[in-house]
């Protein structure tokens, strides 16, 4: 893996400076995530609803819809929505200061207008209180700047997460964007069965979480929250007895018993000398303390990823 060690790669973006457009993003995402859910089949722990980092922004990748496909991309370079179809249609968006209630009136007319036509559950998921999205005239700020570095958090974070998720030859997710909770997530899984998750997400339904965390798992990813510039969390399900004593590293790691998982402030990767390794530390010992506590069967479930370096 080609690292990244300098500091202007990993950009600083207090949470409390972009809190207002933070939250429109958020129901832009749910708007775009939502149109995916709606025309996908379904994939385990619905990995078919999420977005994936690109060079520009966050996609959908290709969406089914009849004889076609299509795909929608957030551009925050050149802050535009992007609809594209296998037909070669398209139809721009500017992503810009504007109301949830306009965005998504003028998403679905785009959509329309490519002949595509999508009926989505109208309100957000996993935040409260939850505005209908053609009513959600609060939700209106949208700073470029900001939204440009929060995308350029999540290239290095994807970056790091997507190495780190090589050493694993069981069943492992992509590294991909949950729009409910806005965060870019990977997901370990032990192979074994869970309990029934018991639920309590605000405004989501109970077996959306029971279909979510079907199987034991450790899941890792960052979040623009938790901290003051957002933060890289790791967490299991169900967590095993002394999960939360096991050591982690590095030392800016800690288990937060109101998030019930271990957190590392992004400001603590961003300012190591090596942000690569720091971060590659707290996911390795994170997912340590699940598989080692929940006696995961690692010799079987772990790999080199380098084990064709020399041929490649």
């Known amino acids: 893996m080609t690292t990244s060690n300098r500091p202007a790669d990993w950009p ?4 409390d400076d972009w809190t207002d457009t ?11 995530g939502k149109i995916r859910l709606a025309c996908s089949p379904l994939v385990n722990h619905w990995w078919q609803v999420t977005l994936y980092v690109t060079p520009r922004g966050l996609t959908t990748s290709s969406i089914p819809y009849g004889d076609r496909i299509f795909d929608i991309e957030f551009d925050f370079c050149e802050h535009q929505l992007r609809i594209r179809d296998s037909s070669g249609a398209s139809h721009e968006i500017p992503l810009e200061p504007q109301s949830v209630s306009t965005f998504y009136a003028r998403t679905m007319e785009a959509l329309r207008a490519l002949g595509i036509s999508v009926e989505i559950q109208p309100t ?32 290095q974070a994807d970056r790091v997460i997507a190495s780190f998720r090589a050493g694993f030859i069981g069943k492992v997710s992509p590294v991909h964007f949950f729009w409910g909770a806005m965060d870019l997530a990977c997901t370990r899984f032990s192979g074994r069965t869970a309990p029934p998750h018991p639920g309590g997400a605000p405004n989501c339904g109970d077996w959306v979480m029971v279909e979510g965390y079907s199987h034991e798992l450790s899941s890792c990813g ?15 399900y169900p967590a095993p007895a002394a999960f939360e004593d096991y050591r982690v590293e590095p030392s800016a790691a800690f288990y937060s018993n109101d998030f019930g998982q271990f957190l590392l402030p992004y400001e603590a990767v961003r300012t190591a000398t090596d942000p690569d390794a720091t971060l590659l530390a707290f996911l390795q010992t994170t997912y340590a303390a699940a598989a080692d506590s929940g006696r995961w069967d690692r010799a079987s479930l772990e790999c080199d990823p380098n084990r064709w370096g020399s041929r490649r």
């Open 12 to 15: 600083a973006l207090r949470v």
């Open 22 to 32: 933070r939250d429109t993003l958020h129901m832009w995402v749910q708007i775009v």
């Open 124 to 155: 957000p998921n996993e935040v409260d209180p939850a505005l209908p999205f053609a009513d959600d005239h609060v939700h209106c700020s949208y700073d470029a700047e900001a939204v440009h570095l929060f995308w350029r958090q999540l290239v």
């Open 222 to 236: 960052f979040w623009p929250g938790g901290g003051e510039e957002g933060a890289f969390y790791s967490y299991s």
